[in-house]
């Protein structure tokens, strides 16, 4: 945990933030500014900052991840398709280092993204 961290303190229940999953290791929550009608961050509860500094340990934790995104896909009813996006670094749009990945959907997604 990192005191200062907004995700950290979510994973921690410490904030407001209505959590739609929550296990030992794993979190997911709406995204505050939504870029699709469906858009939900899935997070570590540790604070990995980017996958860059994930590491060899952190395997199975990596694809936990992805299947909650994928149980929460179908809970969500979004039968038609999503995107998963895992910003990493500057130059890669992250803005909040705590490593999450973004669920997409409801709407046609576009290709190249921006
Ligand atoms: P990224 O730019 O990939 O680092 O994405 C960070 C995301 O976190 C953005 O989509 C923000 O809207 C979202 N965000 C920042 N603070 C919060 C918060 N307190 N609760 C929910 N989402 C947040």
Known sequence: MTEHCIFCRIAQGETDT???YASDDITAFRDLRPQAPTHIL???NRHIASLDEAREDDAAL???MMLVAQ???AELGL???YRLVLNTGAQGGQSVFHMHLHV???RQMQWPPG
């Open 18 to 20: 209505e959590r739609l």
């Open 42 to 44: 899935v997070i570590p």
């Open 62 to 64: 990596l694809g936990r």
């Open 71 to 73: 149980h929460l896909t």
């Open 79 to 81: 039968d038609r398709g």
């Open 104 to 106: 997409l959907g409801g």
